[in-house]
């Protein structure tokens, strides 16, 4: 079944750093443009951030930009997105998800989602 | 930035019934709108795209409609395991891609 499984949430201070991860498979992962989804608690979805198939094109919420960097390595079917400065806002479940664009560049949807990695900024 | 406004926040209606839910862009999306739902403590997951495509494996009770700035997802008769969270998202104008506030599918 394709699938990605996010990894790397945890608790960090206010101002601090963190580094999610999100793994791929059963997809051709280097051909897909792929996309962090976010949810507070107790909120809705807030989309962050999306990433070409060649890592070429990135785009990002304004409320994460200079903040947080969306990276991949297609050789090891892995999604990055490198969190700095965190804020209390920014404390939600981190959802990676396969994106799936209308035509080449061009906004789309999510179609294949992870479960989740939560992250906790504290101060 | 497009503003996404779902309506209403919450829905009871008991199994068997139709549910109607409304998404309202703040400016015209063509029919570049999609639905998710969501069950709690799980992920989002796809139900349609380009407003009115189901996407793999979605039953045909769900039904999506409209174009520009008013779209609409139907269920025509409520299962169990359609009691949930629905968000509609755009995609016409990005970024940043945008998402409705959701509305919640109760059991009445």
């Known amino acids: 079944d394709v699938q990605v499984v996010e990894s790397g949430g945890g608790l960090v201070q206010v101002g601090g750093s963190l580094r999610l991860s999100c793994a791929a498979s059963?997809?051709?992962?280097?051909?897909?443009?792929m996309s962090w989804v976010r949810q507070a608690p107790g909120k809705g979805l807030e989309w962050v951030s999306t990433?070409?198939?060649?890592?070429?094109?990135?785009y990002y919420a304004d409320s994460v930009k200079g903040r947080f960097t969306l990276s991949r390595d297609n050789s090891k079917n892995t999604l990055f997105l490198q969190m700095h400065s965190l804020r209390a806002e920014d404390t939600a479940i981190y959802y990676c998800?396969?994106?799936?664009?209308?035509?080449?560049?061009?906004?789309?949807?999510?179609?294949?989602w992870g479960k989740g990695t939560t992250v906790t900024v504290s101060s | 930035e497009i503003v996404m406004t779902q309506s209403p926040a919450s829905l009871s209606v008991s199994p068997g019934e139709r549910a109607t839910l409304s998404c309202r862009a703040s400016q015209s999306v063509s029919t570049d709108l999609a639905w998710y739902q969501q069950k709690p403590g799980q992920a989002p997951r796809l139900l349609i795209s380009?407003?009115?495509t189901r996407a793999t494996g979605i039953p045909d009770r769900f039904s999506g409609g409209g174009s520009g700035t008013e779209f609409t997802l139907t269920i025509s008769s409520l299962q169990s395991e359609d009691f949930a969270v629905y968000y509609c998202q755009q995609y016409n104008n990005w970024p940043p891609l945008t998402f409705g506030g959701g509305t919640k599918v109760e059991i009445k």
């Open positions: 059963d997809f051709s992962f280097s051909n897909y443009a």
């Open positions: 998800a396969k994106f799936s664009p209308k035509s080449y560049e061009e906004g789309g949807w999510m179609d294949v």
């Open positions: 380009g407003a009115s």
């Open positions: 990433i070409s198939g060649s890592g070429t094109y990135r």
